[in-house]
């Protein structure tokens, strides 16, 4: 997911090329079964304008003994009254199964509407799930939801699930909601294998005035009397000039 960054940087440029009241929908849908499945997929838009509505979504499916599966939407956004939507979601049934999904946002303009969602599901016997969501809002009376959940389900040979996620805002400007959440949850029966959940909330703004944020996070595990089990949650919030 490192390239959303550059993705970023690298369409902010193109947007003189685009004007206001537009609306965008981009989706991906995937399915497939076999025995090694890679799946990936990209959503990138940048829109300039007044009254935006940009919709980005990916699904992924799959089965097999390996599994692969990576998500990404980015966006830029400059104008005001803009609808931001992202959502990635991931599902996935067989032995080792690896899922990566992120979204990104900017957003330039006043009374802008952000909702970012990484949803992920698996059930195998060797599972990997990461997921964040970052934004970056400039302007007043903006309103943001990230969130990401994150599901395992481990089958009889149990071997060492991870979860890792976060959630990211940085807002300039003032009267703005921003809502956080991560949800966790690893079945695992009676396996005491090392089990891992891990996850981070962070908002920074430099404006004080009229903010209302929310942050949570909600592990939950299951596994056998002997398992080592480490569960990692950070929620920070950083007010004013730094």
Do not use: C
Request: hydrophobic share 35%; charged share 5%; aromatic share 6%.
């Amino acid at each position: 997911m490192r390239y959303i960054a550059l993705m970023l940087m690298l369409m902010i440029p193109l947007a003189s090329a685009y004007h206001g009241g537009n609306t965008v929908s981009q989706s991906i849908d995937m399915s497939a079964s076999g025995g090694y499945v890679s799946q990936s997929a990209s959503n990138a838009a940048v829109v300039v304008g007044d009254n935006n509505n940009v919709n980005q979504k990916i699904s992924q499916s799959a089965s097999g003994n390996y599994v692969t599966q990576s998500a990404a939407n980015a966006a830029v956004v400059i104008g005001n009254n803009n609808t931001v939507g992202q959502s990635t979601s991931q599902s996935a049934n067989g032995n080792t199964i690896s899922q990566s999904a992120a979204n990104a946002v900017a957003v330039v303009g006043d009374l802008n509407t952000v909702n970012q969602l990484v949803s992920q599901s698996a059930t195998g016997n060797e599972i990997y799930q990461s997921g964040w969501n970052t934004a970056t809002i400039v302007g007043d009376g903006n309103t943001l939801s990230q969130q990401v959940v994150q599901t395992i389900n481990m089958l009889p040979a149990h071997v060492d699930p991870s979860q890792t996620m976060s959630n990211s805002a940085y807002i300039m400007g003032s009267y703005n909601t921003v809502d956080q959440g991560l949800y966790g949850t690893i079945i695992a029966g009676t396996n005491n294998a090392p089990m891992y959940q891990s996850g981070r909330n962070y908002i920074q703004t430099n404006d004080p005035s009229g903010n209302y944020y929310s942050q949570r996070i909600r592990f939950a595990l299951r596994a056998g009397p002997r398992a080592p089990v480490s569960q990692s949650g950070q929620n920070e919030i950083r007010i004013g000039p730094l």
